[in-house]
């Protein structure tokens, strides 16, 4: 209860000097350049130039501490030892292109790369398409959305139980050994079945990542004027035939966007990994490989490399992805 | 060089029987009995809102009918698919593929249909030089002119070789010279090639200009289907009277006219029209006012007269500027009163109400 109590105090003070901070900056600023001496015209002029700045200080600043700062002490500390005391150079690096785990992390953080952001816009696009023309259609989309909601740590746990398995004697309360079994095989142990089980952890994201991609896609399509899809019917064109040359030709920069959003989401990739094998029998990813060294090996030096290099691979889908949603806009 | 010949094809008559079209909150085309003749140039003309567009749809497919029969070429099409029914259409916003080249736009049509790639590119020089793209073909949509996108939608249009073409407000998005321009063209482009053309405006302009026959739709009933000139010469309804015509027909109480002036027959209630124009100013003339207002035109001159109590609007010749509080009278021709029972709101012609619909004999 006093917690709450504390919670709400803190938050309706945070709110209150915020507002205080704007209304008063702003109220100071045209106090210090009043519009109305006879210098009107320069004062309105210079407060015009501050004013942007005492609004998007606090802004700026906040940015300064958490993004900047974080970059650049990684930096720093990827030349230095696993305590951040001694200068090592490029020895960090060197160990990491040389690191067995670094190799393994690689390769399927590119097989998630590839497989996930593919088959989420792709079912995504197939569930916005067929979703937009029944009746029912709001009622399936929100079934679709509603993994969204939930939160990948929480996903993992649902899952975990799909993929459960027991000794072979008892009856499997995992759903996929389950059937399994009832079809009259045998029970496998999914997520330690090495090289597939990457794709049984990928089944998670691609289960919460389509029903943001298809929101977002069936927006997109029902943004397309209906003229253009009446002239392609008149045109003899048939359902499929629109859908592939008249509907998503119009939507693919849409598409674009969600394949990036969900290439940057799959490239930090890391809670499932880490509730449902934390890297074993061959699942390691890039950002658990980060949290092993950071937290298990306890070496910061290693650690801020790793990170590094994940920031290094984000950064310029970022910057194209940004682009892109604003050419949309 | 191939032209126009190579497009030539055979127009085909539509047929609409009882067409009713239902949105749920009232009729949007209500009982449209209407014939296109083959070959012929049909506009669709009324306000906005009257069902214009719905008609057009529904013959197109777009839109299902709620009552009655369609008919194309002798073919009932009323639960055809659309691409069946061998159409081709234009839309207002013109619909084109914003992601495809101008050429690759006019021959969507051939593709799907799987037309050879050698009759293709025979057909679409044989568009683009008739419609004057040649220099635009590898465009995109965004990268020309109204003008120009609207000459493509005309192209995919008449690629096709339909029997039929379909086009819903077309010009409503150019400029004035530009529609004028396009107006001559599109009906010249009708005539050569001779298909069949239903074209929807609410400008009477345009209406009047292409058409041989118009249908004037008023809250989705038909009010009169003719010639632009018996349009204009023989309204068949006051909204007839009203609509064609700038400014529209004068409507006058005949109670406000010396009787003597009147068509023989002419009860004491009815509203008798009178056109702008066919006022002739006339010191003997039947029809007295005072000048209210003068409106000058340039060529020539708008008066708004009191006849008693009656607004009455005269159009006169040139440079009279006649000062208000005048008393003018005016003469007109033998045919230039036209009487509607304000009952019906129909033309009584003789004792007789001309309807000017088609109606079936059944
Ligand atoms: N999809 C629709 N749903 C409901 N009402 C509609 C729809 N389309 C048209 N209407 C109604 O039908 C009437 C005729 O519309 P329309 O044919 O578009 O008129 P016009 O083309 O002559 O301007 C209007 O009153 C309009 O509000
Ligand atoms: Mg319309």
Redesign the interface.
């Known amino acids: 209860m006093e917690q709450l109590l504390v919670a709400l105090g803190s938050m309706a003070l945070g709110v209150g000097a915020c507002a205080l901070y704007f209304w008063g900056s702003n109220r100071l600023l045209d106090l210090v350049f009043p519009a109305r001496s006879a210098h009107a015209a320069a004062n309105i002029r210079r407060a015009n130039l501050i004013r942007p700045w005492l609004f998007l200080g606090p802004a700026v600043i906040i940015l300064t501490v958490y993004l900047v700062y974080p970059v650049l002490n990684s930096i720093w500390l990827s030349l230095h030892g696993r305590t951040g005391e001694e200068f090592v150079g490029l020895d960090n690096y060197v160990w990491l292109f040389g690191d067995d785990g670094f190799r393994e992390s690689i390769r399927n953080n590119l097989l998630w790369l590839v497989v996930v952001p593919a088959a989420s816009t792709f079912f995504g696009l197939i569930a916005a398409a067929l979703t937009d023309r029944i009746a029912w259609g709001n009622i399936a989309k929100s079934l679709i959305f509603m993994p969204m909601a939930i939160s990948f740590i929480g996903a993992s746990v649902i899952w975990k139980f799909i993929y459960d398995v027991r000794a072979a004697d008892v009856e499997q309360i995992g759903l996929l050994n389950a059937i399994v079994v009832a079809l009259g095989g045998a029970p496998q142990a999914w997520i330690a079945l090495p090289f597939w089980n990457n794709f049984f952890l990928m089944v998670i994201l691609i289960w919460i990542q389509t029903g943001f991609a298809m929101v977002i896609l069936s927006a997109a399509l029902r943004g397309i004027p209906e003229e253009t899809v009446e002239a392609a019917v008149l045109d003899g064109a048939n359902p499929l035939q629109i859908f592939l040359k008249i509907k998503v030709p119009q939507i693919w920069g849409t598409i674009a966007v969600v394949w990036t959003t969900i290439t940057i989401l799959v490239l930090k990739v890391f809670d499932i990994v880490l509730a449902m094998t934390n890297g074993q029998w061959g699942t390691q990813v890039l950002a658990n490989f980060m949290f092993d060294w950071m937290f298990r090996g306890l070496d910061f030096g290693r650690a801020a490399t790793i990170a590094l290099v994940i920031m290094a691979l984000v950064v310029p889908i970022m910057i194209w992805n940004i682009r892109e949603a604003q050419k949309d806009a | 060089m191939s032209g126009i010949a190579d497009v030539r094809v055979a127009g085909q008559e539509i047929r609409l029987e009882h067409v009713s079209k239902s949105y749920g909150t009232g009729l949007a085309a209500d009982d449209v009995n209407l014939i296109v003749p083959a070959g012929s140039f049909t506009v669709l003309l009324g306000p906005s809102g009257c069902g214009k567009s719905t008609t057009l749809r529904m013959i197109?497919g777009?839109e299902e009918t709620t009552d009655g029969r369609i008919l194309i070429g002798d073919r009932d099409v009323t639960r055809v698919g659309?691409?069946q029914r061998n159409?081709?259409?234009v839309?207002?916003?013109y619909?084109?593929?914003?992601?495809?080249s101008v050429a690759e736009n006019i021959t969507?049509?051939l593709k799907?249909?799987k037309v050879s790639r050698a009759e293709r590119q025979r057909r679409l020089q044989t568009v683009a030089s008739v419609l004057g793209l040649e220099a635009l073909l590898e465009r995109k949509p965004g990268q020309l002119s109204g003008g120009q996108q609207q000459r493509v939608a005309l192209g995919?249009a008449i690629i096709?070789e339909k029997p039929v073409c379909l086009m819903d407000e077309p010009l409503s998005n150019l400029d004035a010279k530009l529609r004028h321009e396009m107006r001559v063209e599109i009906r010249a482009l009708q005539q050569q090639l001779g298909f069949t053309m239903v074209y929807v405006t609410h400008d009477q302009v345009e209406a009047i200009t292409m058409a041989d026959q118009v249908v004037l739709l008023n809250g989705g009933r038909i009010e009169q289907v003719a010639d632009p000139r018996t349009l204009y010469a023989r309204p068949a309804t006051m909204f007839a009277a009203r609509f064609i015509g700038t400014p529209p027909m004068n409507l006058i109480p005949a109670s406000a006219l010396p009787v003597e002036a009147l068509p023989r027959g002419t009860r004491s209630d009815d509203m008798i029209g009178v056109r702008p124009e066919a006022l002739i100013l006339d010191a003997s003339g039947p029809v007295r006012g005072v000048v209210r207002s003068v409106e000058y035109l340039g060529s020539d001159t708008l008066v708004d007269l009191d006849v008693d109590g009656a607004l009455v609007q005269a159009r006169l010749p040139g440079q009279d500027m006649p000062a208000p509080g005048t008393l003018l009278a005016f003469g007109h021709g033998p045919d230039d009163l036209h009487v509607f029972d304000p009952a019906t709101g129909r033309r009584r012609e003789g004792g007789v109400v001309e309807t000017g619909l088609p109606r079936q004999s059944n």
């Open positions: 197109a777009l659309v691409a159409l081709s259409m839309f207002q916003s619909a084109l593929f914003p992601h495809l969507f049509g799907v249909r995919r096709a």
